[in-house]
């Protein structure tokens, strides 16, 4: 058969037109949320970076990032900062999978009503909730008096305005945000792989470790790292629950602006938070594959 | 060839109960040493349950399960020592091809050549050599099939369970697969219960058959006598096509149309029914034949390769479906809708059971 010269073939340029209007219109509907990100995120971080180069004189330095390095306390910080949101990580890790497990073992009823349990707090504004542990585990608050009263401990217990209470609040915040992508990935995997595994000669342990685990793990590693992630950058619970003891990096930004109203030093604390954050994920995305884990197929 | 360590399955008083509905009802059932059984029923029969049971995947109410002389109702599966092939495949997607075929023999502490040198073995049996380093989301459903039938069988396991392992491949592939299925059974030697609701499949691969509906055993017995003894109207409508029409009595024999069937069966029924195959009804009058003769005008008459299939109702308004070889049809305008025709059973073809006559 010969072949038809491209111009000539019949509709071939009407339908070549078609499918490229097509793919505009799509392109289009990405442009209102291309700009709020140019003008809400790049643009804002684009000065922040600038303002950390510049000195108090206006000139260009690296002073910001010197003072950095030179000065014990900003090292403290950071690592307060990964410490607590490892920490926060670790225990919902602790409470999340067992969780999830649950809830994936539950009939969809029953998982719907947990599940909502466990969203609740989502929909309660963050003051509130941190507001509320405060009240609760304060020197004379609910905690305190009732395991007094039936004997737990003796004198009030210091439970808040320190990395206890910081945690305790912390890990309440951050629970749901594990939980829901592990739920995921548990609900993806066929019973059928759990009943090879036992007709295959497993024991329920070996099943669990072998088999379950390991098909968990991109929701793991996922859920692993937004809370990390929203941990590093965190500010309101910290602040109330930790009373000034745990300085984190954002908490310390607040407090240089506040007392020395310095752009420059608050700026380039939060230029290195977010190069750290950006490293954190681009090694955990080497390790782990994170786009299959946070995407579904990679 | 006879596998030494085959067991026989020893099901007995088998009851499963959920809410009001037996999905098995005392089920009685034995399945050979070495042999091929395939459980046949439609969805929701209960076959599955009773697979899921002999697995171990599921706790009856009562009744009895041996491998030989051993209860294994109690056992956990994971001490079973049943090898099984899931309908969905169930191979491990964090594993390679290896891997999963290895996982029971790991299992078992198999020493690692050993284990190698099994898992190629089993690669070669399923035609996968080469294949094993391959992940599973890069094989085909055949492929995939093979290696969960290499899975199952690897650990040398003395019973095999098999749930609908064909139903997800395309048709050419599936019959394909039956033959390789039936012909691994035969070097395995390996006792081997297969599930499925294809009564074709069933026919082609069984030595015998169990047909199950609503958790209750109907019959059990090899294809032939299935097909051509079935023991009511259920095996016969769900096994094979068929036509069943109501016969009546009268002095120890049974009559179609002042036709004799056959003299009355001796059973505890009142009523008969006469069961006809379609590709046993003939256009031509056989010679030398004691015959039914069944007057009446196409309905409808669909030409499908190597046969014509017929819809004739007959002058007593009853409707008989039929299916003629096509190098039997002289033309097809003698199949044309509104004409009239006769057509012939062999009183040696006729199925008679108990029930829905008058």
């Known amino acids: 058969m010969t072949v038809v010269a491209d111009n000539t073939a019949t509709n071939a340029n009407a339908l070549i037109r078609q499918r490229r209007r097509e793919e505009w219109s799509v392109l289009s509907l990405a442009i209102p949320a291309a700009l709020i990100i140019a003008f809400v995120v790049l643009l804002p971080v684009g000065w922040l970076f600038y303002l950390s180069f510049i000195g108090d004189d206006g000139q260009g330095t690296l002073e910001h990032y010197r003072k950095m390095i030179e000065y014990k306390s900003y090292y403290r910080v950071f690592i307060t900062t990964f410490k607590v949101s490892i920490l926060t990580t670790l225990i919902c890790l602790a409470l999340g999978y067992p969780l999830a497990y649950f809830l994936a073992q539950l009939p969809p009823r029953w998982a719907g009503f947990f599940m909502l349990a466990v969203l609740l707090p989502f929909w309660t504004s963050l003051l509130v909730r941190t507001y509320a542990w405060l009240v609760l585990l304060q020197r004379k608050g609910l905690l305190n008096e009732f395991a007094i009263d039936i004997g737990l401990w003796e004198t009030p217990v210091k439970l808040v305005h320190n990395l206890t209470g910081t945690l305790i609040g912390m890990a309440h915040i951050m629970l749901p945000f594990l939980v829901l992508p592990l739920y995921n990935a548990m609900k993806k995997i066929d019973r059928d792989l759990m009943h090879a595994a036992a007709n295959l000669g497993a024991r329920p342990i070996n099943a669990f470790w072998q088999i379950y685990f390991p098909l968990t793990m991109p929701g793991l590693v996922a859920g692993s790292l937004i809370v990390f992630v929203l941990c590093l950058g965190f500010y309101v619970t910290p602040a109330v629950l930790g009373g000034g003891r745990v300085v984190m990096v954002s908490t310390q930004i607040t407090s240089i602006l506040e007392n020395q109203f310095n752009w420059g030093a608050a700026s380039s604390l939060g230029v290195v938070l977010l190069v750290a954050t950006i490293a954190v994920l681009f090694i955990a995305g080497r390790v782990f594959k994170l786009e299959s884990a946070l995407f579904g197929k990679g | 060839m006879?596998?030494?360590?085959?067991?026989?399955?020893?099901?007995?008083?088998?009851?499963?109960?959920?809410?009001?509905?037996?999905?098995?009802n005392r089920v009685d059932l034995t399945v050979k040493s070495g042999e091929f059984l395939t459980l046949l029923g439609p969805s929701g029969s209960g076959k599955t349950t009773l697979l899921m049971a002999i697995a171990g995947f599921n706790r009856p109410d009562c009744g009895s399960i041996r491998f030989g002389d051993t209860e294994m109702i109690l056992t956990p599966p994971h001490r079973r020592d049943v090898g099984m092939v899931f309908q969905s495949y169930a191979l491990f997607p964090h594993m390679t091809v290896a891997e999963n075929i290895g996982f029971p023999l790991k299992l078992r502490k198999v020493p690692p050549a050993v284990r190698t040198k099994k898992i190629e073995d089993a690669l070669e049996t399923v035609q996968l050599s080469g294949l094993g380093h391959r992940n599973i989301?890069?094989?085909?459903?055949?492929?995939?099939?093979?290696?969960?039938?290499?899975?199952?069988?690897?650990?040398a396991p003395r019973i095999l369970l098999m749930d609908e392992p064909l139903s997800a491949l395309d048709k050419k592939l599936r019959e394909r697969m039956q033959i390789e299925l039936k012909q691994l059974h035969r070097k395995l030697g390996v006792t081997t219960v297969y599930v499925t609701h294809d009564q074709r499949e069933a026919l082609t691969m069984s030595d015998r058959i169990a047909v199950i509906n609503h958790g209750e055993l109907i019959q059990v017995d090899n294809p032939e006598g299935i097909y051509n003894a079935p023991a009511n109207e259920f095996v016969a409508d769900f096994i094979g096509e068929s036509t069943i029409l109501p016969l009546q009595q009268s002095n120890g024999s049974l009559y179609y149309e002042s036709q004799v069937v056959c003299p009355t069966p001796e059973t505890n029924s009142s009523t008969y029914s006469l069961v006809i195959r379609p590709e046993r009804l003939s256009l031509q009058k056989p010679d030398n034949a004691d015959l039914l003769v069944f007057n009446g005008t196409v309905k409808e008459s669909v030409y499908q390769g190597e046969t014509v299939f017929v819809l004739i109702t007959l002058d007593d308004s009853n409707e008989i479906s039929v299916r003629y070889g096509t190098n039997a049809v002289s033309s097809t305008s003698q199949l044309e809708p509104d004409t009239r025709v006769d057509t012939f059973l062999r009183l040696s073809d006729v199925i008679v059971i108990p029930g829905t006559g008058q």
Do not use: C, E, H, W
Request: glycine share 10%.
């Open chain 2, 2 to 24: 006879q596998n030494d360590t085959a067991l026989p399955i020893q099901i007995s008083g088998l009851t499963k109960q959920y809410g009001d509905l037996y999905a098995l």
């Open chain 2, 137 to 155: 989301d890069q094989l085909s459903g055949g492929q995939r099939q093979r290696v969960a039938l290499a899975r199952a069988f690897v650990f």
